[in-house]
């Protein structure tokens, strides 16, 4: 509708997204003698895809019609100048940036051979030198339930997590230095840097201005494995036998420790939390938490 109208026009329900997954669950509780035990697990996934829209040209920065939920489009990643040479040889790139490319900043790969680094039509039957690197929808999400009981004693423990996402997070807790002091920050990780000193570094250069961005397009390099194994709970605890509480009048009395997100295994970096590293990853970061307890039943 035209500005003049000083009106926008309501959001429509005009997408059909079909999404298809499963879930399945499998619990065991037996016992050997004295020893009682449960094991349950659970897992899932979905996948969705965009069956009608309407963009008929097919734009990536909208919806589009075969388009699988969760798609992450950039660039392929060749690894960062190291020469003078090297720059004036490559593909030009300056549709990402007019300033001069030198040592140390990321060579991006020209997959449509056309010479020159860009986004073409940014459409699906244009895209340039994008593609497909990854997607962000979790995959195979599962856990895991054990709990034991011996002679007053029990124990349990949790375990979760995502076997597959793909993550890229264009923000100062990833990449540190995002191109003016006040965004950026700056992580132990960070002093992996590409130096004329330190050519073989995983960040590449540095600015302090707005030529940070052409080295932190959406890319292969820089594109994370968000996968992860997390201890959420473990918890071991004693109960009094029943002669005891029948002395005392009692029905339980129990004891326990409690650990919560005991540990993570994940190959994400350090800064952003596999469980919650969504758009630029900055929340507050996941405590680790001891408790001890008694529990009394009258």
Known sequence: MPAILGAFPPTANNAAIQTRGFELTIGWNDHIG??????????????????????????????????????????QTEGLFQSESEVSEAPKQTFLSAAAWTPGDVRYADLNGDGKIDAGNSTVASPGDRK?????????????????????????IFLQGIAKRDAFINSNYFFGIVGNEWQSSVFTIH?????????????????????????????????QNAAYLRIKNMQLGYSLPASVMKAIKLERIRFYVSAENLATFTKLVKTLDPELSIGTGKIYPLQRTFSAGLNVTF
Request: charged share 15%; proline share 6%; no cysteine.
């Open 191 to 223: 002093q992996n840097r590409w130096t004329p000193e330190n050519p073989n570094g995983f960040f590449p250069k540095y600015y302090m201005s707005d030529q940070n961005s052409k080295n932190t397009q959406t890319q292969t390099r820089y594109l």
């Open 132 to 156: 497909v690197i990854g997607n962000s929808t979790p995959q195979y999400s599962y856990s895991l339930t054990t709990d034991l009981a011996w002679k007053g004693f029990d124990f349990q």
């Open 34 to 75: 004295d020893l009682r035990y449960g094991v349950r697990g659970v897992l899932s996934n979905y996948s969705g895809k965009v069956l009608q829209y309407p963009n008929p040209n097919g734009t990536l920065s909208s919806y589009y019609k075969g388009q699988k939920m969760g798609e992450i489009w950039g660039y």
